[in-house]
């Protein structure tokens, strides 16, 4: 059995531009439309497993009185017909007779366990049950959907019924966070955001009354073609004006401007009040008009707008701070709205950095009888032999790392990393570099300034060496490096850098691949999912296997290339660790201490698939080379290309 949640979704500029944007494929002058849209903390929870037979259930309170429970034949027919009928389980009809038309998958059960989301308020809760279901069968039947492609199901199986849901509406299948989605005709395309500051919305179901049909019906008739001044000017309200607004809006909360970022809330409520509302009758919305301008809300906020598709549904303000932002909800919700908050909260950029170095390098011995592995010389193409250790200090600080914690095996080990890092050179040797070394000199001790030390004194496992910086992370995203694994960029960004950079775009557990041949596949921990872009960058990992034999890779771990060829892929030695990570890795040693076992290891492998289960986990691929150079074979070559001119592309 899986446990699902599926957010609403809260449209925070860019209204009715999907279906606008859509009609570029009969009118090529129409501006594609573009919308910011967020998951919010509301949703729906649910349990789900296969079943001979589609079934919805439930045991959420909120629903008690409203729900009946409801099953139906996996017949196509049958449920195309409840998805034309109007009633309470229409929706999931309509996607689960896409889904047996297209995939035939065999039947589900449906439990809705928690629905804390309000229905019918603009805040998409039909799209939420749309994209569950979808999200249902891709899971249980192993389809290999994703994100998008769950999210355009839902989409067509919402259009089997008699709803006209536009296209961001099934935004809330991306979760909690800040999203460009922009619609070019057929075309979709979908970007997280990046906040700077907190942003404290709230949102409230205005319990009035709003006619969306007629709203579409009318606005609808001014396209593909205007045939009069007012309709230019919708054209150019849902085209070009609202670009340039989203525009602004994306540099607002990418600045941390809240107060411009709620003028301009405020700016766009007046234009489509002049632009947009003129056009349908059943755009009048004395309620909202009457809640955007009440005094005793304004020195509570920055600004205020619609929701959605207008008229009388819900309200949405920028409040100025997580008090105004509690006071704004009661206030709506003592006058007889339903008031929710979200607090959109800023993506921490990576700021601290792990590398273990804790192991004996017994694959290296008996030169590791003299020096630690991560000591060893490696000419680079600078001209300069450095150490291991020192190459990877470099690639975290020329990444804006700011402090790095080393984990080594035992305080004695300490001395060395002293005298390299934080004790300057003798005169007399110091004088006899020439003026490049000297200069250097002064920048190995200031990366020595960054450096903090841990020690694993029980030799438990990767996981548990990891897991002695978890008070060194306190919370944030860190990065990790492997202590024998060297990288080489091929672009203008060290492959470190490049891994931050995508955290910030999706902000979850990552973990950096690389294609490895089928016949290496049992030497390496071997992951497969879905891309999750068109450049086949970001892999939505859907499972990993420790070292499987090429046969069971081949039949359940390939993943497509462009040409339509398996290829499978495996770590490239750069992480970006979550909290989960190491809330999981003390759960874990707990119970092995718990057991008594003080043998076994602690996997990070473990932990990591522990929490992609429940949080999921992202791979991506970087524009560089690795070096492992952990063993007598793998350090020859190291030593003998990692020098060698950088291919940048």
Not at 24 to 44: K, L, S
Not at 91 to 116: D, F, H, N, P, Q
Not at 159 to 180: H, I, M, W, Y
Not at 437 to 457: D, N, T, W
Request: net charge negative.
């Amino acid at each position: 059995m899986l446990k699902l949640f599926v957010p609403g979704r809260l449209c925070l500029f860019g209204e009715h531009t999907d279906w606008a944007g859509h009609y570029r494929t009969m009118n090529a002058e129409i501006a594609p439309g573009a919308a910011i849209v967020t998951g919010i903390e509301q949703g729906i929870y649910a349990e789900v497993e296969k079943s001979p037979i589609f079934e919805m259930q439930s045991v959420a309170p909120t629903l008690e009185g409203m729900w009946k429970d409801f099953s139906c034949r996996m017949n196509e027919v049958e449920l195309k017909r409840i998805a034309k009928s109007g009633s309470f389980f229409c929706y999931c009809a309509g996607v689960a007779s896409y889904m047996l038309e297209w995939y035939k998958v065999g039947g589900v059960r449906i439990k809705i366990t928690g629905m804390t989301l309000p229905m019918k308020s603009g805040l998409s809760s039909s799209a939420a049950i749309c994209v569950l279901v979808a999200r249902a069968f891709n899971q249980l039947y192993n389809l290999n959907l994703n994100t998008l492609g769950e999210m355009n199901i839902a989409y067509l199986g919402e259009l089997r019924t008699e709803s006209r849901c536009g296209r961001l509406d099934q935004a809330c299948a991306f979760g909690v966070k800040p999203n460009l989605m922009t619609f070019d005709g057929d075309e979709i395309e979908v970007k997280s955001l990046n906040v700077k500051k907190h942003l404290y919305w709230v949102f409230a179901d205005l319990c009035a009354e709003k006619d969306t049909i007629k709203i579409l019906s009318d606005l609808n008739k001014g396209y593909p073609f205007a045939s009069n001044d007012k309709e230019q000017n919708l054209h150019k309200a849902l085209g070009q004006w609202n670009q340039e607004t989203v525009s602004k809006a994306i540099k607002f909360m990418a600045d941390g401007d809240a107060e411009a970022l709620g003028k301009l809330m405020t700016q766009t409520e007046e234009m489509f009040d002049k632009y947009v509302v003129p056009m349908s009758a059943a755009l009048q919305a004395p309620k909202l008009n009457e809640v955007l301008h009440d005094p005793e809300i304004q020195p509570l906020v920055y600004g205020g707008k619609g929701v959605g598709s207008h008229g009388d549904g819900s309200v949405q303000f920028l409040a100025r701070s997580a008090a105004d932002q509690e006071k704004l909800a009661a206030y709506l919700n003592a006058r007889g709205m339903r008031a929710y908050t979200l607090t959109l909260n800023p993506v921490h950029t990576v700021r601290k950095a792990i590398i273990p170095v804790a192991g004996f390098g017994t694959r290296l011995y008996p030169a590791t009888r003299a020096i630690k592995k991560d000591f060893f010389p490696i000419p680079c193409a600078d001209g300069m032999v450095k150490p291991v250790i020192l190459i990877l200090l470099e690639e975290l600080v020329n990444s804006g790392i700011e402090e790095i914690c080393l984990v080594l095996g035992s305080e004695e080990e300490r001395m060395q990393y002293a005298d390299f890092f934080e004790r300057p050179l003798s005169e007399e040797h110091l004088s006899k570099l020439n003026k490049e070394a000297q200069e250097y000199e002064s920048k190995i001790l200031s990366i020595g300034k960054r450096l903090h030390y841990v020690y694993q004194h029980e030799k438990r496992g990767f996981g548990h060496a990891v897991y002695q910086a978890a008070d060194f992370a306190a919370g944030e995203p860190v990065l990790l490096l492997l202590g024998d694994t060297l990288y080489r960029t091929r672009s203008n960004k060290p492959c470190s850098l490049q891994l931050i950079e995508k955290y910030e775009q999706c902000n979850q557990l990552l973990v950096s691949i690389h294609p490895v041949p089928l016949s290496m596949v049992s030497h390496y921990g071997i992951m497969t999912g879905i891309w999750e872009d068109k450049e086949r960058t970001m892999l939505n990992i859907s499972m990993m296997c420790e070292k499987p034999k090429a046969s069971y890779a081949e039949d359940f771990l390939g993943v497509r290339n462009e040409m339509g060829k398996k290829e499978y892929y495996s770590v490239f030695g750069q992480y970006v660790l979550t909290s989960e990570v190491f809330e999981q890795l003390a759960d874990d040693i707990a119970a092995l201490d718990a057991a008594g076992d003080k043998t076994k290891e602690v996997e990070l492998t473990a932990a990591l698939e522990a929490v992609r289960k429940k949080s999921g986990m992202m791979g991506v691929c970087l524009k560089g080379e690795m070096f492992d150079m952990g063993n007598p074979v793998a350090l020859r070559k190291c030593v003998e290309n990692f020098a060698k001119n950088n291919d940048k592309r």
